[in-house]
């Protein structure tokens, strides 16, 4: 009932289509059918509870609404109220502690969702809960946690819709800015290594925020949440086209206040996908072969799996663990893409065409750090492979590619 492949596929082909980001939101949340023929509702179906009552489960789900779509964290309430004040709920004139009761208030709009052999579709389920120091169970009604004013000027009739229908309404709603907010901060993270409010997923819900945010958010809504124009917006700053060098001495101020680019380690995705890209003869993307995607697709899975799924921490800033230090260098993915395989790896086609030994490093650094070795680096290679012929030569650029592999400039944004 739930196909990774089929919905990493369709979310990234709604991603380059550049379709407005709050109707692909929209149909996540609310979207019906089978999970092969809409892919949208694997978001719902990962979730389904192992009691085998072919429920996606509410919590799980209301947890992930709260941290993806409006960056907030509002899952601690799961179990009881707030009492350290960490999250603030309520309208602005009216800011309150957040309750266990908001939570489950919120997990209620996903009660109705139902998986059958047919497909996901909406019944008239209710969500019961029993609360802290309650003594049985009761019926927990849908309602928002702020901002639930906007559900009255929701363009749907709210005795037909589905309570998904209307959560997703009011997710979205250009008056809803958690959601604007959400998505600025998020992709700042993905083009930054580290986003403007951290947690990524833990924006306060009334200020204070830190410049450029409420401007970009603003300015998101008005562009029909554009994410392409978004991010064209971001590179297009001062800050963002910033080295991580400086003719200074960098502090962890100078990169709080991103007076410099700050250095972050790619995700494992990324590291991945860098991976088998450098290794390669030819650039991989959605015009490539089927057999040549899905290979890919396999070969960075296989890599996740192993290396670790950052997760919660997918921005933090920490070097790399032992175990993910020797995947890079013992790995089969490193392996398979060094190897002497002039079918499929680079490095054994630059050794084989490259016309001087000069052309070979150049190359090798191009492909694998898009730059061209310093004069030192360039000497130090060429010594190595100078006066080397046939598998004995091939041998030292596949070393020299798994040294730029294992860089740290490699599997680090700078």
Not at 358 to 368: D, G, R, S
């Amino acid at each position: 009932v739930y196909r990774r492949r089929r919905f990493v596929t369709w979310l990234g082909n709604q991603l380059q289509e550049n379709r407005r980001y709050d109707e692909l939101v929209r149909e996540l949340i609310s979207d019906t059918g089978l999970w092969t023929d809409s892919p949208a509702v694997n978001f719902l179906t990962v979730t389904l509870d192992e009691n085998g009552d072919g429920r996606p489960d509410p919590i799980r789900l209301a947890a992930r609404t709260s941290r993806a779509f409006l960056g907030m964290r509002i899952d601690c309430l799961q179990c009881h109220d707030d009492k350290l004040g960490n999250v603030w709920l309520g309208d602005e004139d009216a800011q309150r502690d957040g309750e266990q009761a908001d939570f489950h208030r919120l997990a209620a709009f996903y009660s109705e969702a139902q998986s059958s052999l047919l497909g996901l579709k909406d019944d008239d389920s209710d969500y019961k809960y029993q609360y802290l120091n309650a003594e049985e169970e009761e019926v927990v009604p849908p309602q928002v946690p702020f901002n639930g004013g906007l559900l009255e000027t929701l363009p749907l009739d709210e005795e037909t819709a589905t309570r998904r229908e209307l959560l997703a309404r009011w997710v979205t709603h250009p008056n809803n800015k958690p959601f604007a907010r959400a998505t600025v901060n998020r992709v700042w993270a993905l083009m930054f290594g580290r986003p403007l409010v951290e947690p990524v997923d833990d924006i306060p819900l009334h200020g204070d925020y830190p410049p450029g945010l409420e401007t970009l958010a603003d300015a998101f809504v008005k562009a029909d949440y554009d994410l392409k124009w978004l991010i064209r917006v971001i590179a297009s700053t001062e800050v963002f086209q910033r080295d991580s060098r400086a003719d200074f001495e960098v502090t962890d101020k100078h990169e709080l206040r991103w007076a410099v680019f700050p250095l972050t380690r790619l995700r494992p995705e990324q590291v991945a996908g860098s991976m088998i890209q450098a290794a390669s003869l030819k650039t991989i993307d959605s015009q490539s072969h089927i057999i040549v995607q899905l290979t890919r697709f396999g070969q960075q899975n296989d890599f996740i799996q192993r290396y670790g799924d950052m997760g919660e921490d997918e921005f933090d800033d920490r070097g790399g663990t032992v175990t993910q230090r020797l995947l890079l260098m013992n790995g089969q993915l490193t392996r398979e893409r060094t190897t002497d395989n002039p079918f499929m790896n680079a490095a054994a086609r630059i050794a084989t065409l490259a016309p001087t030994d000069e052309k070979a490093v150049e190359t090798a650094y191009l492909a694998v750090l898009s730059r061209r070795p310093s004069s030192d680096e360039l000497g130090h290679f060429v010594g190595h492979i100078q006066d080397k012929k046939g598998a004995e030569r091939q041998r030292c650029l596949e070393d020299l590619y798994w040294v730029l592999l294992n860089s740290t400039e490699f599997s680090w944004n700078h």
